[in-house]
């Protein structure tokens, strides 16, 4: 019953700021991976950006310096700032955990609902 729940997207004007957030609830036991994603219509999935248990951070290289990601692990949380917005970042936003329900058994890969973010020129 593990939910990932996105919210934070919404229209806004090229060069503005946008920070999404992703929180995932149910029986986990650990989280060792959390990425952001996004697809605009006719594209593939795209990873934008992802931290690691140990803080270790990778961006694509369209958003390096304009967003930067974040992670609380109390709250089983990943947020993503967006600063400097460009038309070109419109898409469906997703966020995906790594999740280890409990000890014996593998990491899955768990996705959130997908949250819409449109940049105005």
């Known amino acids: 019953q593990v939910q990932l729940v996105e919210s934070g997207g919404g229209l806004v004007q090229a060069g503005g700021s946008l920070r999404l957030s992703c929180a995932a609830s149910g029986s986990i036991f650990s989280i060792n991976y959390m990425g952001w994603y996004r697809q605009a219509p006719g594209k593939q999935r795209e990873l934008v950006a992802a931290?690691?248990?140990?803080?270790?951070?990778n961006y694509a290289d369209s958003v390096k310096g304009r967003f930067t990601i974040s992670r609380d692990n109390a709250k089983n949380t990943v947020y993503l700032q967006m600063n400097s917005l460009k038309p070109g970042d419109t898409a469906v936003y997703y966020c995906?955990?790594?999740?280890?329900?409990?000890?014996?058994?593998?990491?899955?890969?768990?996705w959130g609902q997908g949250t819409q973010v449109t940049v105005s020129s």
């Open positions: 931290i690691t248990s140990d803080g270790s951070t």
């Open positions: 995906n955990h790594l999740i280890r329900l409990r000890v014996g058994v593998p990491f899955d890969n768990y």
